[in-house]
């Protein structure tokens, strides 16, 4: 679906929302982009969006390691209109070894809806996804989803949002039942009672009945008094909605929902609308804004090959930051100042793929057969434009990769290459071991288990992978490169990007290197929850 031509890029900005759904795994992220999909009438019946395992259709498993898990590695975005707005939803997975793609969708969006798992509360993952969006400014709502089965107190989770994110939750809605005994919730701006009705599987948009504070109390009783009681005790904590709180990444909204039951989600997106930020003007690589109106301009935060094998190409995801996108059009890769002609651009989502003609501030656009691009590439027409390079996460993990037939050394190069390019790994080199053995490096170990899978299904170059000891890296110079590779332990490799990583076994090493040499130039690397730029 395309937006219709003809309004500016500002004016059609304005009526766009870009955003992204974070969570732990199993809080229900599937569910509720389906539900969103649901609500937008993009699918008739929710369940055939994700590929989650044991479901009806399997649009985003495009890898066979994500059907045998059950788990989505690839992003993609969806877009839809609701009323006169644009949703341009992009997903992220849901794993955590795949942080390091989830913090670049995060580049890519203007705000972020977390969900909570209202039986488990703050998780892990739950933890570093809110951290990355505060350093990143990204505003955040927060959906305490499953509240048709039993879990924690309303409140208790608000102490918890409050304790453990050090942001102030402001709740728009209010649970009317405690969790596993649903009955609404109390929309706390207007004291209306928004009545949860249960239709079969949640495969229907659940009806909502609104009554008013009279008629609520009538029929619920007990369950509407103590909902109104607590939201007068937030109201007394200061626990109220606050725009510029929110935007300013200090306060997160708070609704609560069923996401499988369809409830809370139109809630949800008339949220996004109402106070969620549209696509403004984006800062270049010098702390410039790009203005909406100036001419095209984007930059690329994914970069994926192999997802349809019928035809074996590569996507660059691009997101719209100025301008209008035409199809067709020659655009300039700002990295490398050549042409780049967009004749092929697609809406990819999961399987599903449709031709992108136009495009405006905030949209995703899946350029095809996009080898010469990268993560973080800038693309402009006409008004030259760089915008911030996106980090590279500080790995965990390492293993060195050979090919398993020498004599495919050819793809094995041309496989890694790939890889290193999408940035499903990084890759770090050494003379002492040369490039039939480079070092993987990685985030999350599931990583390697995407890289191993690759190489031989893709490139035709099946790899051994052997895991080294290193746990930790920091970024030194070429003067200290050679005093700490004598040092035993650690190894000085050079990544991709030419940065010169010390591995080291574990944290005793570095604490022994920094003893030993206490004036030695070692910068922890960006971190998930540090921007970097
Ligand atoms: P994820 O993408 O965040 O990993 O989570 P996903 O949507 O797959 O949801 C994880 C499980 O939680 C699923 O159950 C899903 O049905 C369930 N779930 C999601 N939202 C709600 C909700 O609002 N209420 C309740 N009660 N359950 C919810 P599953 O048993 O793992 O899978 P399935 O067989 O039900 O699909």
């Known amino acids: 679906m395309t937006a219709p031509a003809g309004l500016p890029a500002g004016q059609e900005a304005a009526r766009r929302r870009t955003f992204a759904v974070i969570s732990h795994p199993d809080a229900g992220k599937s569910t509720l982009t389906e539900a969103l999909a649901l609500h937008a009438r993009v699918i008739n019946e929710a369940g055939a969006i994700h590929g989650k395992a044991g479901r009806k259709s399997t649009v985003s498993d495009w890898m066979d390691i994500e059907k045998a898990r059950g788990i989505s590695i690839s992003s993609a975005a969806l877009q839809f209109s609701y009323g006169d707005a644009v949703i341009n939803l992009v997903?992220?997975?849901?794993?955590?070894?795949?942080?390091?793609?989830?913090?670049?969708?995060?580049?890519?969006?203007?705000?972020?809806?977390?969900l909570v798992d209202a039986a488990k509360g703050m998780e892990p993952q739950t933890l570093k996804?809110?951290?990355?969006c505060r350093h990143r400014g990204?505003?955040?709502?927060?959906?305490?989803?499953?509240w048709d089965r039993p879990g924690k107190d309303a409140l208790e989770l608000m102490d918890e949002v409050q304790e453990r994110t050090g942001l102030q939750p402001t709740p728009l809605t209010w649970p009317v039942g405690y969790a596993g005994d649903f009955r609404g919730v109390l929309d706390r701006r207007t004291g209306e009672f928004v009545k949860f009705t249960r239709t079969a599987g949640g495969a229907t948009v659940a009806p909502e009945q609104h009554l008013t504070a009279e008629q609520a109390e009538a029929s619920e009783g007990d369950a509407w008094r103590t909902a109104v009681e607590e939201s007068e005790l937030l109201e007394a904590t200061g626990q109220t909605h606050d725009q510029q709180g929110f935007l300013e990444g200090k306060t997160t909204p708070v609704l609560f929902g069923s996401a499988v039951l369809n409830f809370g989600v139109r809630q949800l997106l008339d949220t996004l609308l109402e106070l969620a930020p549209p696509p403004g003007p984006r800062p270049d690589v010098d702390g410039e804004p790009r203005a909406l109106e100036k001419p095209?301009?984007?930059?690329?935060?994914?970069?994926?090959?192999?997802?349809?094998?019928?035809?074996r190409d590569r996507l660059a995801?691009?997101?719209?930051?100025?301008?209008?996108?035409e199809r067709?059009?020659?655009?300039?890769?700002?990295?490398?100042?050549?042409?780049?002609?967009?004749?092929y651009a697609q809406q990819v989502f999961g399987r599903e793929r449709s031709t992108v003609d136009l495009a405006y501030p905030g949209d995703v656009v899946g350029l095809v057969n996009a080898s010469s691009l990268r993560v973080g590439d800038s693309l402009y027409v006409e008004d030259p434009v760089t915008f911030p390079p996106i980090p590279s996460f500080a790995p965990e993990h390492f293993a060195?990769?050979?090919?398993?037939?020498?004599?495919?050394?050819k793809q094995f190069r041309r496989g890694v290459e790939q890889?290193?390019?999408?940035?499903?790994?990084?890759?770090?080199?050494?003379?002492?071991?040369?490039?039939?053995?480079p070092v993987l490096a990685a985030v999350g170990p599931m990583q390697f288990e995407v890289a191993t899978h690759r190489m031989a299904n893709e490139f035709n170059a099946p790899v051994r992978m052997d895991r080294l000891e290193y746990t930790l890296a920091r970024q030194t110079d070429r003067e200290w490169a050679k005093v700490l590779d004598r040092e035993s332990g650690v190894e000085v490799l050079e990544r991709g990007d030419g940065a010169l990583l010390a591995l080291f076994a574990g944290t005793w090493r570095l604490n022994r290197v920094l003893r030993d040499h206490p004036e030695a130039v070692l910068e922890p690397l960006v971190a998930a929850a540090d921007t970097g730029t």
Request: proline residues 3%.
């Open 419 to 437: 890889l290193e390019q999408e940035g499903v790994v990084q890759v770090l080199r050494s003379n002492l071991r040369g490039d039939q053995a």
């Open 129 to 132: 996804l809110f951290e990355v």
């Open 317 to 325: 995801f691009v997101r719209v930051c100025s301008g209008v996108f």
């Open 328 to 343: 067709g059009s020659v655009v300039t890769h700002s990295a490398t100042g050549k042409p780049f002609a967009t004749k």
């Open 138 to 146: 990204i505003p955040v709502l927060t959906v305490i989803n499953k």
């Open 296 to 311: 095209f301009s984007a930059f690329v935060f994914k970069v994926q090959a192999g997802m349809d094998s019928a035809h």
């Open 91 to 114: 997903d992220t997975p849901g794993h955590a070894d795949f942080s390091e793609d989830t913090y670049r969708v995060l580049a890519a969006v203007d705000s972020a809806v977390m």
């Open 400 to 409: 060195v990769v050979r090919a398993e037939d020498s004599g495919r050394y």
